[in-house]
């Protein structure tokens, strides 16, 4: 299969009797998260495949382990340029495969760290950590935290004279394939515009959509409906449900909102706002669209993060 990253060498395994964890939500999007300040609990694949099923383990759509920077080949690489980036999130997918980024993953790995006492972070301070999808800055914002998840781009850049659709995608449910518009957001994602929400509702998500082309480390797929009208107040609002790469359904995923923005934003042309609510199953996160600093248009997702329990793995 080609829908996930090349994995670095592992660690040798070990039992993971004895290891505090807690279990976290963003939005419904739900993680398993171990704390590894000295380094010394790699977790591998197979490891996360049981500690993520729902019926014989904690149950979650991924395992996210807090590691400082510079105990990875990745995080090292990270530190040369953004040596304030101290903790690394460490995600895998719920099927142990490796993934670059997690948008609703990444407010719960700070509300995480927080909970820990493994770092401070006062109401409107910021956060810098690594990831596999490059550096991101965290914003504390009351209960929830905004996340500047670094520019968008389409992922096939030869299409750019006829960017409406660059596949097309199946799904049980729908009677006939769907134009679509991929984008990254450091990890990949094929976006699909229905016209109703009963064609949202319809469709099945129980097993991975068909994407062709695929993109070259495979895709998650968004489903999305516009609001009509699509913006109220200079805030433009869609409904979207998601197959995540590596997971299935899952009730929220946040690189997947700021893409799904991306491309309805695109779709809606000139004049589109630059402020989005995103209605998913577990929940509603926002986007916002904003100037970076490296003179590329980066995406903000902003939303809650909770941690529902802690324990001890037997």
Not at 3 to 11: I, R, V, W
Not at 26 to 46: H, K, M, Q, R, Y
Not at 175 to 195: D, F, I, K, Q, Y
Request: proline share 7%; glycine share 14%; aromatic share 6%.
């Amino acid at each position: 299969m080609n829908d996930t990253l090349e994995e670095t060498p592992a660690h040798a395994h070990q039992g993971l009797s004895g290891l505090e964890f807690s279990k976290g939500h963003g939005t419904g999007n739900d993680f398993v998260l171990i704390a590894d300040p000295a380094g010394t609990w790699p977790v591998g694949p197979e490891q996360v495949v049981e500690l993520c099923d729902r019926h014989r383990g904690i149950g979650g759509d991924g395992l996210i382990r807090a590691v400082p920077s510079r105990f990875l080949p990745e995080g090292r690489d990270l530190l040369a340029q953004h040596p304030d980036a101290e903790w690394f999130m460490d995600y895998r997918n719920g099927d142990g495969s490796l993934s670059e980024m997690c948008g609703n993953g990444v407010r719960v790995f700070v509300h995480f760290l927080i909970a820990q006492g493994l770092v401070r972070l006062d109401d409107g301070a910021a956060l810098t950590i690594g990831t596999r999808g490059g550096v991101k800055v965290i914003v504390r914002s009351g209960s929830g935290y905004a996340v500047d998840m670094g520019p968008w781009e389409f992922i096939f850049p030869e299409d750019a004279a006829a960017r409406a659709m660059d596949s097309l995608v199946s799904a049980s449910g729908l009677e006939v394939a769907r134009p679509a518009l991929s984008v990254s957001m450091g990890n990949p994602h094929t976006v699909v515009a229905l016209a109703e929400l009963s064609e949202l509702e319809a469709t099945q998500l129980f097993t991975a959509p068909h994407v062709d082309p695929t993109p070259p480390n495979g895709t998650n797929v968004e489903f999305v409906v516009p609001s009509e009208p699509l913006v109220h107040d200079g805030v433009g609002t869609i409904t979207m449900r998601v197959h995540e790469r590596g997971v299935g359904e899952t009730q929220s995923c946040g690189t997947g909102a700021c893409a799904a923005a991306v491309a309805i934003r695109h779709w809606a042309g000139e004049g589109a706002p630059n402020a989005w609510n995103v209605t998913v199953p577990g929940g509603v996160v926002g986007v916002k669209f904003f100037p970076g600093p490296d003179g590329r248009e980066h995406v903000e997702l902003s939303g809650p993060a909770v941690i529902v329990a802690s324990g001890t793995l037997s």
